[in-house]
């Protein structure tokens, strides 16, 4: 026998008796307001809330829209040009008919703000804080925390090994990304807040400050030296002579607009190191220029989650430039005579499933292929130059907070930031 429906009074079934009606369970659920940030704000690394700066953007109020980025991230020209942009890829818009172009707009006001000289919004403090910070490393991190600083009254000393601030930026990412004019107007706006410039400064090595004098000389250390050094690469134990890393490269281009020009080029990895780099083996001269990556390839139908980190338009344009991008691969082998590289055997890479929810690449056997190429670069990530930092780093690539506050366990006083600070507690 079939149970009589119930309606209520406003003839909504009740809750369980809505199959009645054929509707689907849909009826019957009560909606919950969830309040949380949006997927823009939480997939940005350097924790824009982009819901907010557009709305006043969309205001009419531009500068209102640059001093909330701004309160955040002191750098938006540099990184509405060279940040791959993930809050973009967690746009809800992105399912409906495309991403807001969230960076294209912060590149706009970061420009704006720049022609019409706009100043860094201090705040308003009722007494300045009898505290002096030492900040490592003059690249967006560091340059990010001496704003941060500044804004409160700290005193703040950057120091940094190059003669200019600016860090990756300024050394390794081409100027046709990054115009150095760009660069040079975001820095000097932090840097005329009062924060200290030491150039030629390489704490920890030789001779030079440590870490210990700086903390004795100051009321805390935050170290953002970057990740300016690659990682170690080899393919079952084999590296050819000719073997360099891309970042180097990359900086002997911008150093010296020189690069080495042989017929064909690799490069095994996927990030915009690597596809900045062949870009640039192009316009050196080079006729074949292949980039080798596990992740997948940009397209109408690819896992954002398992996509080429970045900047898309990069993408575009790297294919347009002739580069031949081959996705869901590594480097299986390499066919030198003697330490001379004559080619490599590319494999194709499966997901497969590899316990507690997560997967692993492994090679798929069958799809071996030649490339016949005379150099292959790994640009396979970077990690902390360790000199200077033997002690702090011990064994890890990158420094591990022991809290979310980025403070180095066991060192009072010592905080790490940037790309140099990684595990649990942060990137990497
Ligand atoms: S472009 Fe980069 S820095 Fe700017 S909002 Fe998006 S993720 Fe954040």
Same mark, same amino acid.
């Given at each position: 026998?079939?149970?009589?429906?119930?309606?209520?009074?406003?003839?909504?079934?009740?809750?369980?008796?809505?199959?009645?009606?054929?509707?689907?369970?849909?009826?019957?659920? !009560?909606?919950?307001?969830?309040?949380?940030?949006?997927?823009?704000?939480?997939?940005?690394?350097?924790?824009?809330?982009?819901?907010?700066?557009?709305?006043?953007?969309?205001?009419?109020?531009?500068?209102?829209?640059?001093?909330?980025?701004?309160?955040?991230?002191?750098?938006?020209?540099?990184?509405?040009?060279?940040?791959?942009?993930?809050?973009?890829?967690?746009?809800?818009?992105?399912?409906?008919?495309?991403?807001?172009?969230?960076?294209?707009?912060?590149?706009?006001?970061?420009?704006?703000?720049?022609?019409?000289?706009?100043?860094?919004?201090?705040?308003?403090?009722?007494?300045?804080?009898?505290?002096?910070?030492?900040?490592?490393?003059?690249?967006?991190?560091?340059?990010?925390?001496?704003?941060?600083?500044?804004?409160?009254?700290?005193?703040?000393?950057?120091?940094?090994?190059?003669?200019?601030?600016?860090?990756?930026?300024?050394?390794?990412?081409?100027?046709?990304?990054?115009?150095?004019?760009?660069?040079?107007?975001?820095? !000097?706006?932090?840097?005329?807040?009062?924060?200290?410039?030491?150039?030629?400064?390489?704490?920890?090595?030789?001779?030079?400050?440590?870490?210990?004098?700086?903390?004795?000389?100051?009321?805390?250390?935050?170290?953002?030296?970057?990740?300016?050094?690659?990682?170690?690469?080899?393919?079952?134990?084999?590296?050819?002579?000719?073997?360099?890393?891309?970042?180097?490269?990359?900086?002997?281009?911008?150093?010296?607009?020189?690069?080495?020009?042989?017929?064909?080029?690799?490069?095994?990895?996927?990030?915009?190191?690597?596809?900045?780099?062949?870009?640039?083996?192009?316009?050196?001269?080079?006729?074949?220029?292949?980039?080798?990556?596990?992740?997948?390839?940009?397209?109408?139908?690819?896992?954002?989650?398992?996509?080429?980190?970045?900047?898309?338009?990069?993408?575009?344009?790297?294919?347009?430039?002739?580069?031949?991008?081959?996705?869901?691969?590594?480097?299986?082998?390499?066919?030198?005579?003697?330490?001379?590289?004559?080619?490599?055997?590319?494999?194709?890479?499966? !997901?497969?499933?590899?316990?507690?929810?997560?997967?692993?690449?492994?090679?798929?056997?069958?799809?071996?292929?030649?490339?016949?190429?005379?150099?292959?670069?790994?640009?396979?990530?970077?990690?902390?130059?360790?000199?200077?930092?033997?002690?702090?780093?011990?064994?890890?690539?990158?420094?591990?907070?022991?809290?979310?506050?980025?403070?180095?366990?066991?060192?009072?006083?010592?905080?790490?930031?940037?790309?140099?600070?990684?595990?649990?507690?942060?990137?990497?």
């Amino acid at each position: 026998m079939t149970t009589p429906t119930t309606l209520t009074r406003g003839c909504y079934a009740e809750a369980g008796t809505s199959l009645e009606f054929r509707t689907g369970d849909w009826r019957t659920e !009560k909606p919950v307001h969830v309040h949380a940030a949006a997927p823009c704000h939480t997939a940005c690394p350097a924790g824009e809330d982009a819901q907010d700066w557009l709305a006043r953007l969309q205001e009419g109020n531009p500068r209102a829209a640059w001093e909330t980025i701004v309160r955040v991230n002191p750098l938006p020209a540099v990184t509405g040009r060279v940040c791959p942009h993930p809050c973009e890829g967690g746009c809800n818009r992105g399912a409906f008919d495309g991403a807001v172009n969230i960076h294209g707009l912060e590149r706009w006001l970061g420009d704006r703000a720049l022609a019409e000289g706009w100043t860094l919004p201090v705040d308003a403090l009722t007494g300045v804080p009898d505290k002096r910070v030492a900040v490592v490393g003059a690249g967006p991190g560091g340059l990010s925390c001496a704003w941060h600083l500044r804004r409160r009254g700290y005193a703040v000393t950057l120091y940094d090994a190059l003669p200019e601030a600016g860090g990756l930026c300024r050394t390794a990412i081409p100027l046709n990304r990054l115009p150095r004019a760009v660069l040079d107007a975001e820095i !000097k706006r932090i840097l005329d807040l009062g924060v200290e410039f030491v150039p030629h400064t390489r704490v920890g090595a030789p001779g030079a400050l440590t870490v210990s004098d700086l903390r004795s000389r100051h009321d805390a250390v935050f170290l953002a030296p970057g990740t300016g050094r690659s990682r170690e690469w080899s393919v079952q134990g084999a590296v050819p002579e000719n073997h360099r890393a891309a970042l180097a490269l990359l900086q002997e281009w911008i150093a010296v607009g020189a690069l080495p020009t042989p017929r064909a080029v690799a490069i095994h990895g996927g990030g915009n190191t690597a596809v900045d780099l062949a870009r640039v083996f192009k316009r050196a001269g080079v006729a074949e220029v292949h980039l080798i990556t596990a992740s997948g390839l940009p397209g109408p139908d690819a896992d954002p989650d398992d996509v080429l980190n970045v900047v898309p338009r990069e993408y575009v344009q790297a294919v347009e430039e002739g580069i031949v991008f081959h996705g869901h691969r590594t480097v299986q082998r390499l066919l030198m005579r003697g330490s001379t590289l004559f080619g490599l055997e590319m494999v194709a890479l499966r !997901k497969l499933p590899a316990g507690g929810g997560r997967t692993s690449r492994v090679p798929f056997e069958g799809t071996e292929s030649i490339l016949h190429v005379d150099m292959v670069i790994p640009a396979i990530g970077e990690q902390v130059d360790p000199a200077g930092f033997e002690t702090l780093l011990g064994a890890a690539s990158t420094f591990r907070p022991a809290d979310r506050w980025g403070t180095l366990a066991g060192q009072d006083g010592v905080f790490v930031g940037g790309d140099a600070r990684g595990g649990s507690h942060g990137p990497g």
